[in-house]
Antibody
Framework: QLQLQESGPGLVKSSETLSLTCTVS??????????WAWIRQPPGKGLEWIGI???????YYNPSLKSRVTMSVDTSTNQFSLRLSSVTAADTAVYYC?????????????????WGQGTLLTVSS | QSALTQPASVSGSPGQSITLSCTGT?????????VSWYQQHPGKAPKLMIY???ERPSGVSNRFSGSKSGNTASLTISGLQAEDEADYFC??????????FGGGTKLTVL
């Protein structure tokens, strides 16, 4: 059974860069059938898709965050990572990693399953 | 890209059927059969309930069903149970390699 687990610092200072890692267990991150996604949820609010990475390293990012987001993948450790630069209080959220179904066509499939348990990241001033 | 519009709250009694709506535009929900629904209990990660408008993953109760008409997608829960009380989020492909979520609906079982 595939499981995902986020890890990160918990607290980041405003204007700094946030770094999170998701460790995949029970399956290979190198599967051609899936992307690997980051999604966040500010406290008490809705979900926001941050972006995805394929095992080959190709990425798609939310246009609203694209200028600040970098994702990477390490197939040797079955992990993928998120870096978000110049953070502000608005980036305070629970960050989830999830497996997203792959599409060989021109569209992306909003099919996330399973999800990690999430990690709260707070931006302090 | 704006978030999809969901009612903030919906309530129903046990055994009842309720329908949650998710309204987008002709640029997202209206253009693609690529809408999914997620259930989230407090303090837990979201769980996939419906994908590609009306497909149900294995293990999800057949009390959950999805549909779409125009720019609005819907999630129907029949035979409402106490355990269905949760937040529900929709998500749609929005074109240009982008995905957008709704703001979520809090379902209360009376």
């Amino acid at each position: 059974q595939l499981q995902l687990q986020e890890s990160g610092p918990g607290l980041v200072k405003s204007s700094e860069t946030l770094s999170l890692t998701c460790t995949v267990s029970g399956g290979s991150i190198s599967s051609s059938s899936y992307y690997w996604a980051w999604i966040r949820q500010p406290p008490g609010k809705g979900l926001e898709w941050i972006g995805i990475i394929y095992y080959s390293g190709s990425t798609y990012y939310n246009p609203s965050l694209k200028s600040r987001v970098t994702m990477s993948v390490d197939t040797s450790t079955n992990q993928f990572s998120l870096r978000l630069s110049s953070v502000t209080a608005a980036d305070t959220a629970v960050y989830y990693c999830a497996r997203q179904a792959y599409s060989s066509s021109w569209y992306l499939r909003p099919h996330f399953d399973p999800w990690g348990q999430g990690t709260l990241l707070t931006v302090s001033s | 890209q704006s978030a999809l519009t969901q009612p903030a709250s919906v309530s129903g009694s046990p055994g009842q059927s309720i329908t949650l709506s998710c309204t987008g535009t002709s640029s997202d929900v209206g253009s693609y059969n690529l809408v999914s629904w997620y259930q989230q209990h407090p303090g837990k990660a979201p769980k996939l309930m419906i994908y590609e408008v009306s497909e149900r993953p294995s293990g999800v109760s057949n009390r959950f069903s999805g549909s779409k008409s125009g720019n609005t997608a819907s999630l129907t829960i029949s035979g409402l149970q106490a355990e269905d009380e949760a937040d529900y989020f929709c998500c749609s492909y929005a074109g240009n390699s982008n995905l957008v979520f709704g703001g979520g609906t809090k379902l209360t079982v009376l």
